[in-house]
């Protein structure tokens, strides 16, 4: 099982980025897919999630309006367009996959730094 993101890197505030998460190993159609990320200091927090087939949609406040999260699953990837990107969006951002239904499983990317600085 791989999840592999890309498509970090610093960013002036304002801008946009666009994270992608590639996966193997495991049928995610099968899982909902969702997009952590971790300050220094802080705790990893939720900022958005797909549902397996991807009808269903939910954000952080912090990131609403601002964030889309995608997928396709015919391409095995998940997508996270981050636009109008603030210096609070800064950490390292977490693709994770989890089991729809049951449940029993969970897998994780190694993560992609996000820097929002001018």
């Known amino acids: 099982v791989q999840l592999v993101e890309s498509g970090g890197g610093l960013v002036q505030p304002g801008g946009s980025l666009r994270l992608s998460c590639a996966t193997s190993?495991?049928?995610?159609?099968?899982?909902?897919m969702n997009w952590y990320r971790q300050a220094p200091g802080k705790e990893r927090e939720l900022v958005a999630a797909?549902?397996?087939?991807?009808?269903?949609?939910n954000y952080a406040d912090s990131v609403k309006d601002r964030f889309t999260i995608s997928r396709d699953n015919a391409k095995n990837t998940v997508h996270l367009q981050m636009n109008s990107l603030k210096s609070e969006d800064t950490a390292v951002y977490y693709c994770?996959?989890?089991?729809?239904?049951?449940?029993?499983?969970?897998?994780w990317g190694q993560g992609t730094q996000v820097t929002v600085s001018s």
């Open positions: 797909i549902s397996s087939a991807g009808r269903r949609t």
């Open positions: 190993g495991f049928t995610v159609s099968n899982y909902n």
């Open positions: 994770n996959a989890h089991e729809a239904g049951w449940g029993r499983y969970d897998f």
